[in-house]
């Protein structure tokens, strides 16, 4: 038996990759300022392991961060810093957990990928994962566009995961049966809705809706009637609205506020959204961005995790290469015996 877990089930450490300076960031300073803080943050709570390029980087990553024993250092080659997308996904097959290396290739072949797609082999000669069970999947597919609440229920989206720019020889139904042999699911909530602006990634999911508990979903809200995203953002709302829980009922729906409009310098529109949080053990991670609407989300979420710390984590940053907190994380199960 194949089961996807949670996010916010128990975690044995969250690994992330570190921006380097021949990277896509512009803004490199305030960027690692956002990293800095994320680090120390999960670091608190939980080990954290962080990807770098070479001797040199870990080095000026190291001149950043306070002593911990809680942060491992792992030298690798890779093209982005979204791990959520190219980083292992963790099943527990038969109570035991997996590593499933799936293909990736760059969201649809936009960007350079080779090394990304490579990144969990070279995860495996590393010491800390040694002797993990593991499997090669021959199918495209990226973190950010699985939500599992733990129980045999993913939400996704179709037009990122029926698109094809990633599995073309795959049609509806055999992309179910994939998720359903892979990742043991036994039912799919497909959201029909486009990305927001400035998302590259075809409408990730972890973008517009996410699990908080089996029967609670918070999402991506839009209450301005002027703002491009409004219509859209509503029919989403309205689908959700038809979703039941495996009993039945309802799910809870926790509406999210978009931030006011951000902008890149060529006044592209850049994703920001809250919908973009990160569980890990005993805290929930909540991306902010010098916004009005940063303590409304804050509140709302508070209200979906009584029993964890809410913390308020700076990405306005980060959000300019399209991406925000959940989008550069990946958490391990605790069933995941890592070499720490």
């Given at each position: 038996?194949i089961?996807?877990?949670?996010?916010?089930e128990?975690?044995?450490?969250?690994?992330?990759?570190?921006?380097?300076?021949?990277?896509d960031?512009t803004?490199?300073?305030?960027?690692?300022?956002?990293?800095?803080?994320?680090?120390?943050?999960?670091?608190r709570?939980?080990?954290l392991?962080i990807?770098?390029?070479?001797?040199?980087?870990?080095?000026?990553?190291?001149?950043?961060?306070?002593s911990s024993?809680?942060i491992?250092?792992?030298?690798?080659?890779?093209?982005?810093?979204?791990?959520r997308?190219?980083?292992?996904?963790?099943?527990?097959?038969?109570?035991?957990?997996?590593?499933?290396?799936?293909?990736?290739?760059g969201?649809?072949?936009?960007?350079?990928?080779?090394?990304?797609?490579?990144?969990?082999k070279?995860?495996l000669?590393?010491a800390?994962?040694?002797?993990l069970?593991y499997?090669?999947?021959?199918?495209?597919?990226?973190?950010?566009?699985?939500?599992?609440?733990?129980?045999?229920?993913l939400?996704?989206?179709?037009?990122?995961l029926?698109?094809p720019?990633?599995?073309?020889?795959?049609?509806?139904?055999a992309?179910?049966?994939?998720?359903e042999k892979?990742?043991?699911a036994?039912?799919?909530?497909?959201?029909?809705?486009?990305n927001?602006?400035g998302?590259?990634?075809?409408?990730?999911?972890?973008?517009?809706?996410?699990?908080?508990?089996?029967?609670?979903?918070a999402?991506?809200?839009c209450s301005?009637?002027k703002?491009?995203?409004?219509d859209?953002?509503?029919?989403?709302?309205?689908?959700?609205?038809?979703?039941?829980?495996?009993s039945?009922?309802?799910?809870?729906?926790?509406?999210?506020?978009?931030?006011?409009?951000?902008?890149?310098?060529?006044?592209?529109?850049l994703p920001?959204?809250?919908?973009?949080f990160?569980?890990?053990n005993?805290?929930?991670?909540?991306p902010?961005?010098?916004?009005?609407?940063?303590?409304?989300?804050?509140?709302?979420?508070?209200e979906?995790?009584?029993d964890?710390e809410?913390?308020a984590?700076p990405?306005?940053?980060i959000?300019?290469q399209?991406?925000?907190?959940?989008?550069?994380t990946?958490?391990?199960?605790a069933?995941?015996?890592?070499?720490?």
């Amino acid at each position: 038996m194949i089961r996807f877990p949670a996010e916010w089930e128990a975690q044995s450490a969250v690994v992330i990759a570190w921006p380097h300076p021949s990277g896509d960031f512009t803004n490199l300073t305030a960027v690692e300022d956002s990293y800095r803080f994320i680090a120390a943050t999960i670091a608190r709570f939980q080990p954290l392991l962080i990807v770098c390029k070479n001797d040199e980087h870990q080095q000026r990553i190291e001149a950043q961060l306070d002593s911990s024993d809680k942060i491992r250092f792992i030298q690798a080659d890779y093209n982005d810093i979204w791990l959520r997308d190219t980083v292992f996904l963790t099943v527990e097959n038969n109570g035991q957990a997996e590593l499933l290396n799936f293909r990736f290739n760059g969201w649809g072949n936009k960007y350079e990928h080779g090394a990304d797609n490579a990144l969990n082999k070279t995860l495996l000669r590393h010491a800390v994962f040694a002797g993990l069970p593991y499997r090669d999947i021959d199918f495209v597919l990226e973190g950010g566009s699985l939500e599992s609440d733990g129980r045999g229920t993913l939400l996704t989206t179709a037009n990122c995961l029926l698109n094809p720019n990633r599995n073309p020889e795959f049609n509806q139904h055999a992309i179910t049966r994939q998720l359903e042999k892979q990742l043991g699911a036994e039912r799919i909530l497909w959201v029909e809705q486009s990305n927001l602006a400035g998302d590259d990634t075809d409408a990730h999911i972890d973008t517009l809706a996410r699990f908080c508990s089996a029967d609670t979903i918070a999402y991506t809200a839009c209450s301005d009637r002027k703002d491009p995203h409004y219509d859209e953002l509503k029919q989403m709302e309205a689908q959700l609205k038809t979703f039941r829980t495996t009993s039945g009922q309802a799910y809870k729906l926790v509406p999210l506020p978009l931030p006011q409009a951000i902008f890149d310098p060529s006044s592209q529109r850049l994703p920001g959204n809250y919908v973009n949080f990160l569980i890990i053990n005993d805290a929930v991670m909540v991306p902010v961005y010098d916004d009005p609407m940063d303590q409304v989300a804050l509140d709302r979420l508070s209200e979906c995790f009584p029993d964890r710390e809410i913390i308020a984590t700076p990405c306005r940053p980060i959000i300019h290469q399209y991406g925000s907190l959940h989008c550069m994380t990946m958490q391990f199960p605790a069933t995941v015996d890592l070499k720490l």
